[in-house]
């Protein structure tokens, strides 16, 4: 990311990329505007952006024929906005690449955060740092070993990918459907409750209170979020 | 019968002055025609009288001596013996012949009724169509009475006229076999079998016993009406699935277009509110302050639309429950985070066992009661009094309770939960709608389970949600 980061917002009601607009400029952002999924499109082919704020309901078309025909040529940070009753369109758009998703009616405070945590991201393809510290928990990839206030914790292999994987994507909403098939393959897609125990088990172990997460977030209905910073 | 004596006394009348011209066989040729005319138009019976009446006024009036029984020449008597055998056997004949046609007339002539009440069967649009067209066929063709009853409707005590056994209706649905009750005038009643199942019955009573081919004929009409029957009966589940599809349609659209136009607005106003703070240079502070106000309205006001589109999804129907698995500890962690900013200064205490079983529910409803409920004991309960989370298994439920230490729900209230819009406090200055009770016990029932309003132990509200345990699935064991 050199220079001014360029944001692309994608939404049919002028009001609101008015105040998506404001909200960025003000983090010194260089906005685009687009109304329509074709117009979206077009702009974003144009390159160069650094994070693209996409409407799900748009008049010419379902954002997430956004998010699959921007994929084809762009790694860039998607950033959803739906209805809360759309969980499902929600999911797919998720599945489909974008990185994460804003529920309507939403703050400006919330906005600028999660806007700023995509554009943060480690480009994809670039190495972790090696050892990753959350709360009172360091975790040693390359020693495979975690250490919570300094004692080691055991985990399970399927534990330990688990937090792996999560430890790769911080701030990032992994729908379960992609942590059910990259953990425990295809075929688990439908069993959910494999990853209701395992993270249990990882809150249990890592967390100080594990009804009241600090770290590996519920998206309720989504997947899970992990955090390094409360 | 009297017919067929004329017939004869007339023939010996008309041939009497004839017996000197023409020979006593002709005479006997004149009889055996006079047999088969009767035979051919007014049938056996009488046939049979005219053969022997023939013999008879043959004796008296044409073999000498005449007018007198007496026989001159015993001849004579074979001449009768042939005579009264030749006149049975023709009419027996010729009536049975004429019978035979009668009853391929009678035959073709209701082969053509049933024909016709199929095809107008199939145009039947309802019930009472089936019955008129069926109805007027018996009374013509059997000048019986008939009735149909549908497996549906109740028994009425009577057929025109006559009572009508309701325990042999109801056998004849049960079983789908014919019943045919002798008592004063016929009652048959006949089992409308479907393909499906027996639609109901077929009564008709006439005033002689049917013989085999009415009976015959009686359960071809019953099949035929029978299908007309059940193919209304499809047409009519057709149609009410249609309805209530297009309902089903017409209300989701409008949840869901209701739901985008209010949202829309509210999001605008949010964030507007919001980003007016960022303004440079900086507001003077009692404007920021007004401004942060009317954003904590406009979430306010987004958080009440949110609830009542909820509930009319709810009441509509429309809500389909996605059940999964779930874990209660993270639905209570997520519903924490999410009402986080409700708590002020109260204490929070979570005691969830750490055995609990995975419970099966919509993690985003139950996630909704659970907010509600915080968000309640939140309000009414003092700034630094404690709101307790707990949970344990009862029987085949388990039960998840959110206490505090307020004034708890009013008495009448207790037991009951959550009547639509009743507040426990009526006009209050404490925000809200009452719709957030209605919402949790619209979500638990529609899980199975059950909402409850007791009283916690230091007098405050409880509210208990009781979901049903289930068996959640095995999880295989890691391979170590």
């Given amino acids: ?230 | 019968m009297v017919l067929s004596a004329l017939a004869c006394v007339l023939v010996a009348i008309v041939a009497a002055p004839l017996r000197e011209v023409l020979d006593l066989a002709n005479m006997v040729m004149l009889f055996l025609l006079t047999v088969l005319v009767v035979a051919v138009s007014l049938g056996r019976n009488p046939a049979i009288l005219a053969s022997v009446l023939g013999v008879l006024l043959f004796d008296i009036f044409f073999v000498p001596p005449h007018f007198s029984l007496a026989v001159s020449n015993l001849q004579y008597l074979i001449t009768f013996a042939v005579m009264l055998a030749t006149a049975l056997i023709t009419g027996h004949l010729t009536a049975t012949l004429r019978e035979q046609a009668a009853q391929a007339e009678r035959r073709e002539r209701r082969t053509h009724a049933l024909y016709e009440i199929a095809s107008k069967l199939a145009g039947a649009l309802s019930q009472a169509q089936v019955e008129e067209i069926v109805l007027p066929f018996v009374a013509e063709e059997f000048s019986g009475k008939c009735r149909l009853l549908l497996a549906e409707q109740e028994v009425p005590g009577d057929l025109p006229g006559e009572g009508l056994a309701p325990d042999h209706v109801a056998r004849v649905i049960e079983t789908g076999v014919r019943h045919l009750d002798r008592q004063s005038a016929c009652t048959l009643y006949l089992p409308l079998k479907a393909p499906m199942r027996v639609r109901g019955v077929l009564v008709v009573r006439t005033d002689e016993a049917p013989d085999e081919a009415d009976l015959a004929f009686f359960e071809a009409l019953a099949s035929l009406a029978a299908i007309a029957v059940e193919r209304l009966h499809y047409v009519e589940v057709a149609q009410r699935s249609e309805v209530d599809m297009a309902t089903e349609r017409l209300r989701s659209s409008i949840l869901s277009a209701l739901s985008h136009d209010l949202r829309t607005p509210l999001t605008v106003l949010i964030g507007l509110a919001d980003s007016i703070s960022l303004a440079v240079p900086e507001l003077p502070a009692p404007a920021e302050a007004r401004i942060a106000a009317v954003g904590d309205q406009a979430r306010r006001l987004a958080g009440l639309v949110g609830n009542l589109l909820e509930m009319a999804r709810l009441n509509a129907g429309s809500v389909k429950l996605r059940q999964e698995w779930q874990s209660l500890e993270e639905v209570v962690g997520s519903s924490l985070k999410l009402v986080g900013d409700a708590f002020g200064r109260h204490r929070l205490r979570v005691e969830l066992p750490r055995e609990l079983p995975l419970l099966r529910f919509d993690a985003v409803l139950i996630e909704r009661v659970l907010c509600n409920l915080l968000e309640n004991a939140a309000k009414y309960s003092p700034a630094d009094g404690e709101i307790l989370i707990a949970a344990r298994p009862v029987d085949d439920f388990v039960e998840l309770s959110v206490s505090d230490e307020g004034g708890g729900f009013p008495e009448p209230m207790i037991g009951e939960a959550g009547d639509m819009f009743v507040r426990g406090h009526g006009e209050s200055s404490i925000p809200g709608t009452g719709l957030g009770l209605a919402i949790c016990r619209a979500i638990v029932d529609a899980h199975g389970g059950r909402l409850r309003i007791a009283r916690a132990p230091s007098g405050g509200a409880c509210v208990v949600v009781c979901l049903p345990r289930g068996e959640p699935p095995q999880i295989e064991p890691e391979p170590a």
Wanted: net charge negative.
């Fill in chain 1, 1 to 230: 990311m050199s220079g001014t980061p360029r944001v692309l917002i994608v939404e049919d009601e002028a009001a609101i990329r008015q105040f998506v607009r404001l909200a960025l400029e003000a983090d010194a952002c260089q906005v685009i505007e687009a109304a329509t999924l074709a117009d979206g499109l077009a702009r974003a082919g144009e390159g160069g952006l650094d994070l693209v704020v996409l409407d799900l309901g748009l008049p010419d078309g379902d954002g997430i024929d956004f998010v699959r025909a921007y994929r084809a040529w762009s790694e860039g940070p998607v950033l959803i906005l739906s209805a809360r009753v759309e969980e499902n369109r929600k999911i797919d758009a998720l599945d489909a690449g974008a990185d994460d998703y804003l529920t309507k009616p939403f703050g400006v405070g919330e906005l600028r955060a999660r806007a700023r945590a995509l554009m943060r991201r480690r480009p994809r393809g670039e190495e972790l740092p090696p050892v990753i510290e959350f709360g009172e928990v360091v975790v040693d990839l390359s020693r495979r070993q975690v250490l919570r206030r300094g004692e080691p914790v055991h985990l399970t292999p399927i534990e330990y990918r688990l937090l792996a994987m999560m430890l790769a994507h911080p701030g990032q909403v992994l729908t379960q459907r992609k942590l059910l098939a990259d953990i425990w393959g295809p075929s688990y897609v439908e069993s959910s409750h494999y990853l209701r125990v395992y993270v249990g088990h990882l809150r249990q172990k890592l967390e100080d209170d594990p009804a009241q997460p600090r770290h590996f977030l519920t998206e309720t209905g989504i997947g899970y979020r992990f955090q390094v910073t409360p």
